[in-house]
Nanobody
Framework: QVQLVESGGGLVQPGGSLRLACAAS????????MGWYRQAPGKERELVAS???????NYADSVKGRSTISRDNAKNTVYLQMNSLKPEDTAVYYC?????????????WGQGTLVTVSS
């Protein structure tokens, strides 16, 4: 099957930056849409940013102008660069990818990586 490994979370001060990465591995024929979601304590999971296979991007209003999503198709990896971080960005960040294997289509979620913005 397909596995996702996320990295890059941690503790950062307000105004700081982080870069999250999510690498997919397995029997992958093609990676389609890829995205990052987040879930803060007591809140529902929400979309942060997404990127299509053609490179079209979409951002939540709350992160627009502060974040950049990108992908490296050769490495089956999606990145999220977050700048000017705010305490309200504190959440568990999940990677989601749509994968075409050699036999079927899969929607795969990562295990989540915690981002804490605090002084």
């Amino acid at each position: 099957q397909v596995q996702l490994v996320e990295s890059g979370g941690g503790l950062v001060q307000p105004g700081g930056s982080l870069r999250l990465a999510c690498a997919a591995s397995g029997r992958i024929f093609r990676m389609n849409d890829m995205g990052w979601y987040r879930q803060a304590p007591g809140k529902e999971r929400e979309l942060v940013a997404s990127i299509t296979s053609g490179g079209l991007t979409n951002y939540a209003d709350s992160v627009k102008g502060r974040s950049t999503i990108s992908r490296d198709n050769a490495k089956n990896t999606v990145y999220l660069q977050m700048n000017s971080l705010k305490p309200e960005d504190t959440a568990v960040y999940y990677c989601r990818v749509e994968v075409q294997t050699y036999s079927r289509y899969l929607e795969v979620w990562g295990q989540g990586t915690l981002v804490t913005v605090s002084s």
